[in-house]
């Protein structure tokens, strides 16, 4: 497919010159597989694009590739990119996180004028989005931090966004990031999350619940493969079961596909030629950074940060293969579970109930995150449009997050979705199954560590009493730490190296 440009860019001068033929109603700088896909989204819906990018050769190539899919006015230069926009100019920028996102977002604001909209719709760290908004609304421009999940194809037919910055850029730019994005049932799923940086900390949130959520189905494939016996096939077959119910989502539906794929070398199952070590990007660790920075254990995604980091851990996971660190051997542990039909399906339901349960602490504990981020940072979040925004278009889309939107949109105040009635009751049903897949695990020397974090954080909710208790009475014997008593309120120190260990009141 080829074709000429559809507007020929004239020169123009920025501050409102000379006029092109046509104006762009919405330009898209950075042209690799997210810009270009995200411009093409918006010619798509009818929108006038302007493109640009560092090197010409991009826009040369999505012009000559897919010109005709609607109306582009490219340019080589920056300077001629932001003449091509109508007033007010609206700006995507989709290039390089880090210093390349900073140097576009400071040359388009030289060349933008005051009411001028820049949208960054990259992966940025959310301090940075408010750092950069700060600066930029100080030049008298709108920011837009803008998190965009569902990659490359997202991108093209639809993604779930997450932008925050002003209400007013919104008015603007709200109705044409409702055209572009992913539809869940009838609804855009997009919505305005919150001042500056919101849109990119949920979106960092969503890919740290992402981490919990493959994790976990990695720790379920693991029991039923080594420990179950089941080939590839048969585990594919499970998956697509699970993906009918409660489970029904994205991540479990290309789970089977991955299952079933064989590698075209070898005739080997896919999974058996694929070195084992995730990789990661930082976003999950920013979750877990930011969690720890404010006190909020997520501990479901901490630890699927750290498998993936064990995973890569490829000099020290080989040494303790030559130094043969004891333990059961997890292939065929369950292989007297395995022979008998009947017990060998009431354990893949264990595994089924035990990954449910787990999934609602993930994401339980990632909704606490953006709860505690949101008074931190004075954002005024709605949690249950946000369970609605990512049930189309982006990784975790799942039907779970219908469930999880009834809960925050019912009015009813909790501080944790797990006592919310529907999620209670559907923990409470599935741990009997729970706890016996977590004991299993631990004597067949299978890790599974969101399984059993997440049921460690349940029980550790919902007991009375904790043994942070004796914590606090080491804390105050070796540092003068203080505690506080159960039946007087203040705050107390015992002076437990004079002789008869005397309690003092300090306030
Ligand atoms: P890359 O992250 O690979 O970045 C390549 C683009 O950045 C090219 O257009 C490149 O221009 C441009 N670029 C790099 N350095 C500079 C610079 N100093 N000045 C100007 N332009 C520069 O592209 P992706 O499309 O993968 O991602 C774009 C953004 O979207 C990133 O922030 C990424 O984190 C985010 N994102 C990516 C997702 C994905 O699935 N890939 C999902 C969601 C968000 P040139 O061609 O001239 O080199």
């Not at 058996?272 to 950074?289: L, N």
């Amino acid at each position: 497919m080829s074709r000429t440009l559809v507007v020929e860019q004239s020169a123009i001068d920025t501050k409102g010159g000379a006029v092109a033929e046509e104006l762009a109603n919405i330009g898209v700088v950075g042209l690799a597989a997210m810009g270009a896909s995200l411009a093409r989204n918006l010619a798509h819906h009818g929108n006038t694009v302007a493109v640009y990018n560092r090197h010409y050769s991009r826009t040369e190539t999505l012009i000559n590739e897919h010109g005709d899919e609607g109306k582009f006015i490219p340019s080589k230069t920056l300077e001629e990119f932001v003449a091509s926009l109508a007033k007010p100019r609206t700006a995507i920028i989709m290039v390089k996180a880090g210093d390349p996102t900073d140097q576009m977002i400071n040359a388009l604001a030289d060349l933008m004028e005051p009411g001028d909209i820049i949208v960054d719709a990259g992966n940025a760290y959310f301090k940075d989005t408010i750092r950069r908004e700060k600066a930029i609304r100080a030049r008298g421009l709108h920011f837009v931090g803008c998190g965009v999940s569902g990659g490359e194809e997202g991108a093209l037919k639809g993604p779930s966004m997450m932008p925050g910055g002003t209400e007013e850029s919104w008015k603007t730019l709200g109705p044409i990031l409702k055209t572009i994005s992913a539809q869940a049932e009838g609804e855009p799923c997009v919505t305005h999350i919150g001042s500056d940086g919101a849109g990119h900390f949920v979106k960092m949130v969503h890919n740290g619940i992402e981490y919990a959520d493959m994790q976990l189905i990695s720790e379920s494939y693991d029991l039923m493969r080594r420990g179950l016996g089941l080939s590839v096939d048969e585990l594919a077959d499970v998956f697509a079961e699970w993906n009918k119910g409660d489970l029904d989502s994205y991540l479990i539906e290309i789970t089977a596909e991955v299952l079933r794929h064989k590698d075209a070398k070898t005739g080997k199952p896919f999974l058996d030629i694929v070195v084992d070590r995730a990789g990661m990007k930082g976003t999950g660790t920013w979750t877990v950074q930011t969690a720890l920075s404010l006190g909020t254990p997520v501990t479901g995604i901490g630890e699927a940060v750290f498998a993936r980091g064990l995973s890569s851990e490829a000099d020290l996971r080989a040494e303790a293969q030559t130094k043969g660190l004891a333990g059961p051997e997890p292939e065929g542990a369950f292989s007297a579970i395995a022979a008998d039909p009947e017990e060998r399906a009431a354990f893949i339901e264990d595994v089924r109930q035990a990954l449910y349960a787990s999934k609602i602490v993930a994401y339980a504990q990632g909704f606490n995150e953006i709860e505690e981020g949101a008074k931190e940072y004075n954002w005024k979040i709605d949690l249950g449009a946000v369970a609605r925004i990512w049930r189309g278009g982006c990784i975790i889309r799942a039907k779970f997050l219908n469930r999880i939107s009834d809960a925050y949109d019912s009015g009813e105040q909790f501080g944790s979705l797990l006592f919310d009635p529907f999620f209670k009751a559907a923990v409470e049903g599935a741990q009997a199954s729970w706890r016996r897949v977590v004991a299993r695990a631990a004597e067949a020397g299978i890790p599974v560590p969101v399984f059993s974090s997440s049921l460690a954080y349940y029980d550790g909710l919902r007991s009375k009493r904790l043994p942070a208790a004796l914590i606090q009475g080491q804390r105050d014997f070796f540092g003068a730490h203080t505690y506080g008593r159960v039946d007087e309120p203040g705050v107390f120190h015992t002076l437990w190296a004079e002789p008869g260990r005397k309690e003092i009141k300090q306030a």
